[in-house]
């Protein structure tokens, strides 16, 4: 079965300082994609970055990057130059894409990121 | 704006009343998802559509009946339900369910049962 292990309940960072919010994934599928979304208080989950099993670089996305390291089944988000507008709620998911679990995303009990001025 | 539209935004309803949460993407994907999200829990997965057919049914109480007429328009029709059940639900869809690529969501509807 997959699971996603997010362990920082509550994390601050300075603004413009850099942050990292630590993901665990277990599978036993050599094929997944892992992802982090982002959820403002308003409620709306928005997709940040992607990362695919078979990818051999890390995944960038402007501030946002994915330290993926697949022996240790890790897949950390970085944040750099944290901005006030970053503070919310950050979740960790994987996506098996075949099998008896295609389709089926997990979710990590998230990460709640507070950006001090 | 991610090309995924839930309404209604907000819902208050009587356990006796019946509703409908409406979802539309005009992304071109197949495949799209409901799921709930109740405070402090994560998101839990309720129902998949790959190409307007349910493929996933993760033990949903029949109080919740999905309905997928084409592969832009997800229902969620609910009837009785309980306190229990209001939480926030977000729709979501991506390509494909055979391809691991990013799902998209909706802004998600917040539902209050009362």
């Known amino acids: 079965a997959q699971k996603i292990t997010q362990t920082q309940p509550g994390m601050f960072v300075q603004e413009k300082e850099a942050v990292t919010l630590d993901c665990t994934y277990d599978t036993s599928d050599p094929s997944y994609g892992l992802f982090w979304y982002k959820q403002p208080s308003s409620g709306e989950m928005i997709f940040l970055i992607y990362?695919?099993?078979?990818?051999?670089q890390n995944a960038t996305e402007g501030r946002y990057s994915l330290n993926f390291q697949k022996a240790r089944k890790s897949a950390n988000l970085v944040i750099s130059a944290s901005q006030l507008g970053d503070s919310a709620m950050y979740f960790c998911a994987m996506r098996e894409p075949r099998g008896t679990n295609a389709g089926k995303s997990t979710f990590g009990d998230g990460t709640t990121l507070t950006v001090k001025p | 704006e991610t090309g995924v539209t839930q309404t209604p935004r907000h819902l208050v309803m009587g356990m006796t009343n019946k509703k409908s949460l409406k979802c539309e993407q005009h992304?071109?994907?197949?495949?799209m998802y409901w799921y709930k999200q109740s405070a402090k829990k994560p998101l839990e997965l309720m129902f998949v559509?790959?190409?307007?057919?349910?493929?996933e049914n993760n033990s949903v109480p029949s109080r919740f009946s999905p309905e997928c007429p084409n592969s832009s328009h997800l229902f969620l029709h609910l009837h009785t339900l309980q306190p229990e059940d209001s939480a926030l639900y977000l729709c979501a869809s991506s390509q494909d369910i055979g391809n691991a690529g990013e799902a998209f969501f909706g802004q998600g509807t917040r539902l209050t049962v009362v």
């Open positions: 559509y790959s190409l307007e057919e349910r493929v």
């Open positions: 990362q695919g099993s078979y990818d051999q």
């Open positions: 992304l071109g994907h197949n495949a």
